[in-house]
């Protein structure tokens, strides 16, 4: 045998904790004892005293730029910085690297340039550009892309990339039905853009350039607006519907609407709009500068009664990374980068705020962190949970453990966070990938370039 893990706690059912022994071969796991077990021989072991052995997490949204954008993000830092956060799997979207991964050629292409870098395991969205829904190729196009292993495909209702435009309703239709048939998620961005777009123009016509004004100018009612429409189409297309990055209460109610009358529609949220409101935007400016904005406290608490209840299903982080100070610290809001780095503080955030402030269990944050996701995308039983025959990928963390937040202990190439200065309870003080030690609070990123693999989706 490969590896032996001690002395950790795994969350056991009924939200227990159960000291376990954790044997690991070939970068699976192959035995998990009670107690303490050191009756077999192993090559290594791994203390994992006082800890914590959370299944690795699993980031279905983070956008690493690579390849095309790499001044902010390259598959390097990302996968490095997801590894500082315990997290093991992370799903890139299709549109902030170039070319848009919209055919098999464009995904053969940025997978060539990114597996040489990856500290991490990942998978791919892939995208569908209205152009090719006109054109008819999206028939070819998103069959090659299912059959390379996406999880599936994201949609903007507004966008503000020129390199993957917007999806207009009808066409939205055709796609969602093409989807349904090839098995795959549908992912929708939904903030419905004549209302973005009339306000904002608005806002900045009247020389509006303070923080609030991205605020206002994304008024609240385009996110639930926006639902409705894509519930519209996916309830008569029957398709795999997500929405990503809830931002607002009366979101979630057209979410639980639509599961309530049989829609197969799934919701995450992320730490940004768990952990803030617009008072943080106007306070901190554009550091907190994202889209859609953060809203209001009761929003904030309904997204946490959310993911109690089951509404909202798990928790990505959108990890968005600006070139920092330039794209970020510029006078007016309007004219700032809208995104943050976030996948290295998911998980000491959602313990600092969820589990410590009593509105999660351990056993929520599994399910919300890693296996939620990873059934929805088809990336389990491999991914996602710890069981014999899974992948061995951990996040040992010290639940208790305190430390403040720095630019110098970020990994992404964006050394800026809504959270700097912040204390957080919780640390990783490993994270394992199918057995390999990819992180150490001690050494920090330990892995090894190009070790992360592409993991197929079973959808
Ligand atoms: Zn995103």
Not at 213 to 223: F, I, L, M, N, V
Not at 355 to 373: F, P
Request: hydrophobic share 35%; charged share 25%.
């Amino acid at each position: 045998m490969d590896i032996r893990i001690i002395n950790g706690c795994v969350v056991a059912e009924g939200n227990t904790l159960k000291r376990v022994t954790i044997y690991v071969n070939w970068g699976k796991i192959e035995k998990i004892c009670d107690g303490e077990d050191k009756s077999i021989d192993v090559r290594r072991e791994i203390d994992a005293a006082g800890c914590v052995i959370f299944p690795g997490i699993v980031d279905p949204h983070v956008h690493f730029d690579d390849p095309g954008f790499t001044d902010r993000e390259d598959f390097g830092t990302g996968t490095g910085s997801a590894a500082a956060g315990g997290v093991t799997t992370i799903i890139d979207m299709p549109c902030t690297s170039l070319p848009p991964v919209i055919n098999g050629c464009n995904f053969d292409h940025k997978l060539g340039i990114v597996r040489d870098k990856a500290y991490v395991d990942f998978a791919f969205w892939g995208g569908v550009t209205p152009a090719q829904i006109e054109s008819g190729s999206y028939v070819r196009d998103l069959k090659e892309l299912k059959d390379r292993g996406i999880v599936g495909v994201k949609f903007y209702t507004v966008s503000g990339m020129e390199t993957y435009p917007r999806m207009p309703l009808p066409l939205m239709d055709t796609a969602f039905r093409e989807l349904r048939e090839l098995g795959l998620v549908c992912a929708v961005h939904a903030e419905d853009c004549e209302l973005v777009d009339f306000y904002s123009d608005h806002l900045r016509n009247a020389g509006r350039t303070d923080p609030r004004s991205w605020y206002e100018g994304r008024t609240y009612e385009a996110e639930p607006a926006a639902i409705w429409s894509v519930v519209g189409i996916a309830e008569k297309a029957g398709n795999k519907l997500h929405i990503v990055h809830l931002s607002s209460k009366e979101g979630l109610h057209v979410v639980q609407w639509a599961k309530q009358h049989g829609v197969d529609i799934t919701a995450e949220t992320c730490p940004q709009y768990l952990l803030f409101t617009v008072d943080d935007l106007m306070e901190k400016g554009s550091v907190l500068k994202i889209a859609p904005p953060v809203r209001e406290r009761e929003d904030r608490e309904a997204l946490w009664d959310g993911l109690k209840n089951g509404s909202v299903d798990f928790i990505s982080t959108d990890h968005a990374a600006g070139i920092y100070p330039e794209e970020k610290t510029r006078e007016s809001i309007w004219d700032n980068y809208a995104g943050i780095p976030g996948v290295q503080f998911s998980l000491p955030s959602v313990l600092t705020y969820g589990y410590h402030a009593g509105r999660l269990t351990l056993e929520d944050i599994c399910s919300l962190m890693a296996k939620n996701a990873a059934v929805r995308y088809g990336l389990y039983p491999k991914k996602g949970d710890i069981a014999v025959g899974a992948d061995a990928d951990f996040a040992i963390a010290d639940i208790d453990g305190e430390w403040t937040v720095t630019p110098g202990i970020m990994e992404s190439k964006g050394k800026y966070s809504p959270l700097m200065g912040s204390k957080l309870k919780g640390r990783v003080i490993k994270t394992i990938v199918r057995g390999e030690v990819v992180y150490d609070v001690g050494k920090g990123v330990t892995g090894r370039r190009g070790f992360g693999e592409f993991v197929k989706s079973n959808l």
